[in-house]
């Protein structure tokens, strides 16, 4: 696998939606790339700190002012290009006073989520930014494993989700009047659920419930 081609799937993999197919190419690049690799860890700091992040609603306003300067610049771009040419042009982009406006700019785009339909994107200008947290998540459910504790049975059933932005999950029993548990999400976006098997026998029915952007969803996972 090339750089380039590596390059385009760093927010796949860190959103753990990556198909295992390609995974598997992708990560023997990573361990082989030093460059790639240094990238990549990159990323996925950057992603930990905007998770960690509070969500932050854009000022009223910065859609249309965010426009206002990309046609500003454009007329700009379009006088100076009738009048020194192409290559001119390019060399002004990159003087400093335009540049600093330009990589505000950029920088408003990415962080803000503010798309300009038809024009620029930060999807498209580049593609490893993340613009949009995932639309769903995928819940997996390893086997359940029968061990002992102090004396008692205990049934422990590991948990993982597709994002890291779940940062914690409620555990019932389907059936139970038992209260929830409340488990925090780790980094590896894994927990482990634990129940007395003496009380709840296999098979049974788990009630899972999180919040993602505000947005609470559930799921029910047959335990066998």
């Known amino acids: ?11 796949d993999y860190c959103d753990g939606s990556i198909k295992s197919a390609i995974a598997i190419p992708f990560e023997d690049h990573i361990n082989t790339c030093a460059t ?13 700190i905007l998770d960690a992040a509070p969500v932050i609603e854009p000022p009223a ?4 002012e965010v426009w206002r300067r990309i046609e500003s610049a454009e007329q700009v ?17 990159f003087t400093r006073p335009v540049a600093g406006w330009t990589a505000a700019l950029i920088a ?8 300009a339909p038809g024009h620029f994107t930060a999807a498209s200008m580049f593609p490893w930014v993340r ?19 102090d004396n008692r049975s205990i049934i422990e059933v590991p948990i993982s989700f597709s994002t890291p932005a779940v940062k914690q999950v409620e555990v019932t029993v389907d059936g139970s009047a038992e209260p929830a548990q409340v488990i925090s999400v780790d980094a590896t976006r894994q927990v482990v659920f634990t129940i007395d ?7 049974f029915k788990l ?13 029910t996972i047959n335990i066998n």
Request: charged letters at 25%; glycine letters at 6%.
């Open 207 to 219: 009630n899972l419930s999180w919040t993602l952007d505000g947005k609470k969803s559930s799921k």
């Open 77 to 93: 771009q379009a006088t100076a290009r009738r009048k020194h040419g192409i290559l001119d042009d390019w060399r002004r982009l």
């Open 131 to 149: 613009t949009a947290r995932p639309a769903s998540v995928t819940v997996n459910v390893g086997n359940a494993k029968l061990t002992t504790f």
């Open 197 to 203: 098997a003496d009380k709840h026998p296999l098979p």
């Open 1 to 11: 696998m090339r750089c380039d081609k590596a390059l385009e799937l760093f927010s």
């Open 108 to 115: 408003v785009i990415a962080l803000t989520g503010v798309i």
């Open 36 to 48: 790639c690799r240094e990238q990549l860890t990159d990323l996925k700091s950057v992603w930990s």
């Open 61 to 64: 306003g910065l859609r249309a």
